[in-house]
């Protein structure tokens, strides 16, 4: 072809593929799984534990496939001091730093569903209950549990289905920082 049918090629490529960027982004209710690409390439330590994290986020769900270095919806960052923490920009959109430091004293499998949890709309919940996910570290590093309880995963599965409320969504959708979560100080509520 030549060189402008190319150009124009290229530019109906990225067109594309900005779109599908956006699916997960404005997620309309449909019954079809949607993706989310996470990139651990700046967290060499912690792919392994990345890809257990999108399994058990992806079973614990019905509607969610997460999936390694298909794309940048979810980067994942290892630092070193300073707490995990999590940056969402939109809903199955952000970035999750884990703190070297803390997973060598919680559980790195819980810390990274944690994490992952609020890039999917969850909250924290310091209350103390190692059964709850979004309670962090606030359930002590002996709490390695890194599953959603059964309410955690059904209000990620219903923020992706687009049936909450819209007063509900948008306080669990936006863009916000989950800052200190590890270690927390126990509070109830
Ligand atoms: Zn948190």
């Known amino acids: 072809m030549n060189s402008r049918v190319k150009r124009l090629a290229v530019a109906a490529l ?83 730093y884990i703190d070297t430091q803390q997973a060598a004293q919680y559980s790195p499998l819980r810390i990274m569903t944690h994490e992952i949890g609020h890039i999917l709309g969850l909250p924290d919940n310091y209350n103390g209950n190692c059964a709850i996910l979004m309670s962090g570290g606030s359930a002590g590093t002996s709490c390695t549990n890194p599953y959603p309880s059964t309410a955690e995963a059904n209000r990620v599965t219903s923020l992706f289905a687009g049936t909450l409320s819209a007063g509900e969504r948008s306080s669990s959708t936006g863009s916000q920082v989950f800052k200190d979560s590890w270690p927390a100080l126990l509070t109830v509520g």
């Open 14 to 96: 990225a067109t594309a593929t900005a779109t599908l960027g956006l699916t997960v982004a404005n997620p309309a209710p449909a019954s079809a799984a949607m993706t989310i690409c996470y990139n651990t390439s700046q967290a060499p330590s912690y792919a392994g534990i990345a890809n257990q994290a999108a399994s058990i986020w992806k079973n614990a769900t019905n509607n969610l496939t997460l999936t390694a270095n298909c794309g940048t919806n979810l980067r994942i960052y290892q630092i070193t001091g300073g707490g995990s923490y999590a940056q969402r920009t939109s809903l199955g959109n952000g970035r999750v």
